[in-house]
């Protein structure tokens, strides 16, 4: 199921109409647009709906897309959809993508660009059993259990002597870690930590990567390099009114866009969409860093350039390329959506 910003397609469910009725009552300023010639944008998600997308999903529940002449309609993500591959055959405007795949298509001669980037940490965590180590340092002597070819895993061995030997498969079940004191598991902020609380009724230590030096930009918002040249004025609206969108979720009313969320992701409840705006919140996944000074999407020549030497010196990405093609500032660090945190 998609989700649509237009008056038309906004939703062809009781609940869609529900939400357009009390958007409609609520969010007047939006109207007028509604009543002009919308471009129509595609946003594709890198997975399906959850609280990590909520910007964007409030962004249509609110009008900030249709209010700069956008009807957005957001493609939720999947196992089996490949979001870069219906980038590149124009079968999306936009999509949600990440700092080392845009470095990575320079590479291929890809024309993928990074026009923001949403989170200013990567939500990538290590859990570790309660108390038993005192840092990410103190890990080295636990049994890690990670998926296969992990990049980040790669810069953990680099930067903190991490080794291929001590490091286990993760499938994507907890068990093994549950039952091993003496081992760490990589895990995503808002979900596996949630998960085994849940499941054991402790809640294991969890280890931001960002904060111990890994500082990929995350949740990107990707385009090809044609969309930028050719229609800049879209790309501005869409950057704009999801930052908008991002401060209006997490410090105003979210309850529209929890309920697109839901919809999009009948697995997702309204419980673990709640610890995970807690937990963002807290850790300063989307608000922290260049984003107090520039506003959210922030991002820097400095910290791509810093990354970038990280990634070399991992052994992740080839010395000497000009990355400055996978990116660019000029649609961001303008401060944006700022006077909507309270």
Not at 24 to 46: I, M
Not at 100 to 108: D, G, K, M, R, Y
Not at 201 to 210: F, H, M, N, Q, S
Not at 288 to 293: F, K, N, V
Request: charged share 15%.
């Amino acid at each position: 199921m998609t989700v649509s910003s237009s008056s038309s397609t906004f939703r062809k469910t009781a609940t869609g109409a529900a939400l357009l009725a009390a958007t409609a009552l609520t969010v007047g300023a939006a109207a007028p647009a509604l009543a002009q010639d919308l471009t129509p944008v595609t946003f594709q998600t890198n997975w399906v709906a959850q609280a990590e997308h909520g910007g964007f999903y409030q962004a249509v529940a609110d009008g900030s897309y249709n209010e700069c002449g956008l009807d957005v309609t957001i493609n939720p993500g999947g196992p089996q959809v490949n979001g870069t591959a219906l980038l590149l055959a124009g079968r999306a405007d936009f999509y949600m993508g990440d700092h080392l795949s845009a470095i990575f298509a320079l590479t291929e001669g890809l024309p993928l660009v990074n026009v923001a980037s949403s989170f200013q940490k990567d939500p990538q965590v290590i859990l570790t059993h309660p108390g038993r180590v005192g840092s990410f340092a103190e890990m080295t002597d636990l049994t890690m259990i990670v998926q296969d070819n992990a990049t980040y895993y790669e810069w953990m061995k680099s930067a903190y002597g991490f080794t291929d030997e001590q490091r286990q498969t993760y499938t994507f079940n907890s068990g093994p870690f549950i039952v091993n004191e003496d081992s760490g598991q990589q895990g995503y902020l808002s979900s596996e930590p949630f998960a085994v609380e849940r499941e054991t009724g402790w809640a294991p230590d969890v280890y931001l990567i960002a904060d111990a030096g890994y500082n990929a930009y995350s949740t990107t918002i990707q385009a090809v390099q044609s969309t930028i040249e050719e229609r800049p004025e879209v790309v501005q609206c869409f950057v704009d009114a999801s930052i908008k969108g991002w401060y209006n979720y997490l410090y105003n009313d979210n309850s529209a866009a929890d309920e697109m969320i839901k919809s999009d992701n009948p697995d997702m409840t309204q419980e673990a969409i709640d610890y995970a705006i807690e937990v963002m919140l807290a850790q300063g996944i989307v608000d922290s860093g260049d984003a107090l000074e520039l506003g959210v999407g922030a991002m820097t020549d400095e910290r791509m350039a810093d990354f970038y030497a990280k990634m070399v010196e991992a052994g992740v990405v080839e010395p000497g390329l000009d990355i400055s093609p996978s990116y660019t500032l000029a649609f961001i660090n303008n401060g944006v959506g700022m006077d909507l945190k309270p």
